[in-house]
């Protein structure tokens, strides 16, 4: 099947719980949370929208109508399109607290998880593509794991330099990196100097769902390596598990250490 964007659900140690993103199809995420969570809770503690895609916002707009949301987490956005503007008006209908966040915010969540926002700074860039360049990028870091959701931000050079620029390196260190990967697209050089600093164990690769046009064109071309054989990327020595071939991947930490289940 086609890429459907990603989700991540975050169970803390004391019942916390938080998403972040949705993927495209509200549906399998539902199932996913009902498989996931007791069939009696109807609630999340925080939503977490990383970047306005659709394939990380439409699952998100089925879920804020179906759960009781403590609050909801983005990155605002200067030139609203029509599926973000219908995002924020229903948090608004619905009376969800609402909290725009940039570089510098730290977001505790329960007792033992918190939340640090990475990118973008606060003044967000006016740039060619708003979506991917002033995506959040956060590090989640818990008693026993840190998680750096590069998200959709692996791809933009501006917001890699950034960070490159803005945060120091052992803000930027990590067990595990999320990053989603775009078909035919290589990623920026910058990324290598970001995962030097961050020192993961493991990569974590979420396809990116085609548009229209992608898709139309994978049919009739192969895919291309990432990168050209004679250039070594950093990341080529990272072991990485990538959800396309694997589905949904499960976590599980504590203080003393952590470990990764696939299916």
Do not use: C
């Not at 759960?67 to 503007?85: F, K, N, R, V, W």
């Not at 775009?182 to 690769?205: C, G, I, K, Y």
């Not at 599980?252 to 696939?262: M, R």
């Amino acid at each position: 099947g086609q890429p459907q964007g990603e989700a991540i659900l975050l169970r803390t140690p004391d019942g916390k719980t938080l998403l972040i993103d949705g993927g495209l199809d509200a549906s399998s995420l539902a199932q996913e949370l009902d498989s996931r969570l007791p069939s009696w809770q109807r609630s999340l503690d925080a939503v977490l929208l990383t970047t306005p895609r659709q394939d990380h916002l439409v699952g998100l707009l089925d879920i804020v109508q179906r759960y009781e949301i403590g609050e909801i987490i983005d990155g605002g956005m200067l030139h609203p399109g029509t599926t973000y503007a219908r995002w924020r008006r229903t948090i608004s209908e619905r009376n969800i607290r609402y909290l725009m966040v940039n570089q510098s915010t730290d977001i505790r969540i329960g007792r033992f998880v918190s939340l640090e926002i990475l990118w973008p700074t606060s003044s967000l860039h006016k740039g060619s593509n708003e979506v991917r360049d002033n995506g959040l990028i956060l590090r989640i870091v818990t008693p026993g794991l840190r998680l750096l959701l590069l998200g959709a931000g692996a791809q933009s050079k501006y917001a890699l330099s950034g960070l490159l620029n803005t945060v120091d390196t052992p803000h930027l260190q990590a067990e595990v990196v999320q990053m989603i990967e775009e078909a035919n697209v290589p990623f920026p050089e910058e990324l290598d100097s970001v995962l030097q600093r961050t020192e993961p164990a493991l990569l974590l690769m979420t396809p990116a769902a085609l548009s229209k046009k992608q898709k139309t064109a994978t049919q009739s071309t192969t895919r291309m390596p990432l990168s050209s054989p004679t250039q070594k990327r950093v990341w080529a020595n990272i072991p990485t598990v990538r959800t396309a071939q694997m589905g949904t991947i499960q976590i599980s930490y504590n203080s003393q250490g952590w470990n990764v289940n696939t299916g």
